[in-house]
């Protein structure tokens, strides 16, 4: 059984910064991790993911913004997310799996941290 607990969200301006993270209970080396977020109204959508050893890869809309990694000895994943703009607003959530799901079919949630981004 895996725990994901999520931290790190909070309300800034255009342009600023955040780093959230995601403490994992439970064995997750080389497990497939991802973030993905929701906005009111909207799907939830994968931001990025990260897989066994460290392939990485991010969704387009956050390509060059943001970066997701993993620190195995802490089993803590984090998602860097620089110059952020108003559409990056709306609820993260992390999620682990033991291989990558097709879609959002990942077997373990996080409650999500909110990320507001006013102009």
């Known amino acids: 059984q895996v725990q994901l607990v999520e931290s790190g969200g909070g309300s800034v301006q255009a342009g600023g910064s955040l780093r959230l993270s995601c403490v994992a209970s439970g064995y997750t080396f080389r497990y497939c991790m991802a973030w993905f977020r929701q906005a009111p109204g909207k799907e939830r959508e994968k931001v990025a993911v990260?897989?066994?050893?460290?392939?990485?890869g991010v969704a387009g809309s956050v390509k060059g913004r943001f970066t997701i990694s993993k620190d195995n000895a802490k089993n803590t994943l984090y998602l860097q997310m620089n110059s952020l703009k108003p559409e990056d607003t709306g609820m993260y959530y992390c999620?682990?799996?033991?291989?990558?799901?097709?879609?959002?079919?990942?077997?373990?949630w996080g409650q999500g941290t909110q990320v507001t981004v006013s102009s």
């Open positions: 990260i897989v066994g050893l460290g392939s990485t």
């Open positions: 999620a682990a799996s033991p291989s990558c799901p097709g879609g959002d079919d990942f077997r373990y």
